[in-house]
């Protein structure tokens, strides 16, 4: 058992104001294997007045020092690299190697990308007699999610670091350890006093105090609709700049001339990335009806060929879900789909064969239509739904209709004539040809998806504010 009994604030590891502690589940093991504190209101008062303080003297700093900073605790945590996988794995139980690539290392790559964005940034123009400058936004309320519990951390705290601001973070109760861990790091590297903070707990308590509080001028948050939304209601009471990432239901097409195997293989094993608890995951596969039937059979053979269980086995591909109540939501909404009238192809609401112990789903495919709520609301895990069209135009047009507009991708032919495609699609990032995402590259989407980008140069300048001089 990992006991985690004080909060970072000011520099220094102290306990938390209130007496209660959260335990921490295994996904695996069912079992708690960690506790932290339930942070508390005046905690995070603590931290805020901590974070007022560290403003002006971080903001002050040179560009060059803040890339060096973060440099610097992107070299501590590859010193830590296997660490920062383990205890990844521990929370959630994703397979180790993936957890060692698309976790740690992928969050030493964005500390390190946010680092050399600096320089690609527009700090100061002229526009005719008026001096344009860019300007840290202040004190960032950072409130992350379980299912990229380190990555989140770079991606918001990096960002906010290297733009000037200072951070209180409040990291998911889910699977809080790596915001520990994160912490351990900045102050081993040697951040000021103030620059990062750490306050564990709930997101009523601990969220709702740092969304309000008057010292903290912006707050980006990953999560949920209903979180998101709940974000901008207590925000807009005094006006904060917010930046949200919200979800989404991507739409995968494919499109009549592309390689379907390559598609679908590619589609299905992106939809189950991190056991499909992924805000772009691919999870609409849209192709022509003349080809349904053969989709349908690679889809079944590739969803089939994923192996469940021991993250530590080389030969397992899809581990467990988050926790029980994410288990139980998602055979509920397989069910549902069953209930509504789609076309099971493989997988369903029962627990994996052989598996008696850890949040197992069973990787599943549908074949229905987009008025389905499997094919229109956000299940998070490993369902995907295929959805036939008889033309081009009405592929763009079923892709379109969805609430979100995360992510998606266009399969065809000839590259080019995908990209040229790319415009009728409303999403934010849209992959061709099974293209890898750019961490370089923004991140973030249109409607219910959210507000703002993250990643690279234009994750920064989420954290930055235009002054006009003369």
Request: proline letters at 4%; one cysteine or more.
């Amino acid at each position: 058992m990992i006991v985690k009994d004080q909060i970072f604030i000011n520099g220094k590891w102290v306990p938390s104001s209130g007496a209660d502690v959260i335990p921490v589940i295994s996904a695996i093991s069912e079992e708690a294997i960690a506790t932290i504190p339930a942070g508390t209101a005046a905690d995070v008062d603590l931290a805020a007045r901590a974070a007022t303080d560290a403003f002006p003297a971080w903001s002050a700093t040179s560009l060059d020092e803040r890339a060096d900073m973060l440099h610097k605790i992107a070299r501590a945590m590859e010193a830590r690299v296997d660490e920062i996988a383990d205890t990844v794995v521990s929370e959630l139980g994703y397979p180790i190697e993936y957890a060692r690539a698309a976790h740690a290392r992928a969050a030493i790559k964005d500390l390190t990308i946010a680092a050399d964005s600096l320089r690609d940034i527009a700090w100061e123009e002229q526009v005719g007699s008026t001096t344009v400058r860019r300007a840290a936004a202040g004190v960032v309320g950072a409130i992350t999610p379980w299912n990229g519990p380190m990555r989140m951390v770079t991606l918001k705290a990096g960002a906010a670091l290297a733009a000037g601001c200072t951070v209180v973070l409040k990291g998911t109760e889910l699977a809080p350890l790596s915001s520990f861990l994160f912490a351990e790091i900045a102050e081993e590297a040697g951040l000021p006093a103030g620059v990062f903070n750490l306050v564990s707990g709930t997101g009523p308590v601990v969220g709702e105090a740092l969304v309000t509080h008057p010292l903290v001028d912006m707050v980006s948050l990953t999560g949920s609709v209903r979180a998101g939304r709940r974000v901008m209601e207590l925000a807009s009471q005094s006006v904060k700049k917010v930046c949200l990432e919200l979800g989404g239901k991507s739409a995968n097409i494919i499109l009549e001339d592309a390689d379907l195997e390559a598609a679908v293989t590619g589609g299905i094993t992106d939809a189950f990335r991190n056991t499909g608890q992924a805000c772009g995951a691919l999870t609409r596969m849209l192709v022509p009806r003349s080809r349904l039937a053969e989709a349908e059979q690679l889809a079944i053979r590739t969803a089939e060929s994923f192996v469940l269980g021991d993250p530590y086995d080389a030969e397992t591909t899809l581990g467990p879900v988050a926790n029980a109540a994410q288990r139980q939501r998602i055979r509920d909404y397989i069910q549902l789909g069953i209930d509504e009238g789609a076309r099971l192809l493989t997988g369903g609401p029962d627990a994996p064969e052989g598996i008696d112990k850890g949040f197992f789903v069973r990787p599943t495919v549908f074949t229905g239509d987009n008025s389905l709520r499997i094919a229109r609301e956000e299940i998070f895990g490993p369902v995907i739904t295929i959805i036939p069209f008889d033309s081009e135009n009405e592929a763009f047009e079923i892709a379109n209709d969805s609430q979100y507009g995360l992510a998606g991708a266009i399969w065809a032919g000839d590259a080019d004539r995908a990209k040229s495609l790319s415009s009728k699609l409303r999403a934010g990032r849209i992959r061709i040809n099974g293209s890898p995402v750019n961490l370089q590259a923004p991140h973030g989407g249109f409607r219910l998806s959210g507000i703002g980008r993250e990643s690279g140069r234009f994750g920064v300048e989420e954290y930055l504010e235009y002054k006009a001089i003369g």
